[in-house]
């Protein structure tokens, strides 16, 4: 029997960690760049709503390293922006 579409939509929103079910909401991220460290606050995400997993989408992962990119460049020992 094969799984119905609303079965596996069900399926995608649950958290393959420990089965909670993802929601949309933000998270910080924070990237250590050896004598430089980055962090952003506010970055769209798919946050688990039991044991707080996180993920984030390609498309926000690739803006999320230009602006890493971006911050090494400036030399700044430390940089906090919000996405």
């Given at each position: 029997?094969r799984?119905?579409?609303?079965?596996?939509?069900?399926?995608?929103?649950?958290?393959?960690?420990?089965?909670?079910?993802?929601?949309?909401?933000?998270?910080?991220?924070?990237?250590?760049?050896?004598?430089?460290?980055?962090?952003?606050r506010?970055?769209?995400?798919?946050?688990?709503?039991?044991?707080?997993?996180?993920?984030?989408?390609?498309?926000?992962?690739?803006?999320?390293?230009?602006?890493?990119?971006?911050?090494?460049?400036?030399?700044?020992?430390?940089?906090?922006?919000?996405?």
């Open positions: 029997m799984p119905t579409r609303e079965k596996k939509l069900l399926n995608s929103l649950r958290c393959p960690v420990c089965n909670g079910y993802k929601e949309p909401g933000f998270t910080t991220f924070t990237a250590d760049l050896g004598e430089n460290l980055v962090v952003i506010n970055v769209p995400a798919t946050i688990c709503n039991q044991c707080g997993e996180e993920w984030v989408d390609n498309k926000i992962a690739q803006q999320v390293e230009t602006v890493v990119e971006e911050a090494r460049a400036k030399k700044h020992q430390i940089e906090v922006l919000s996405f």
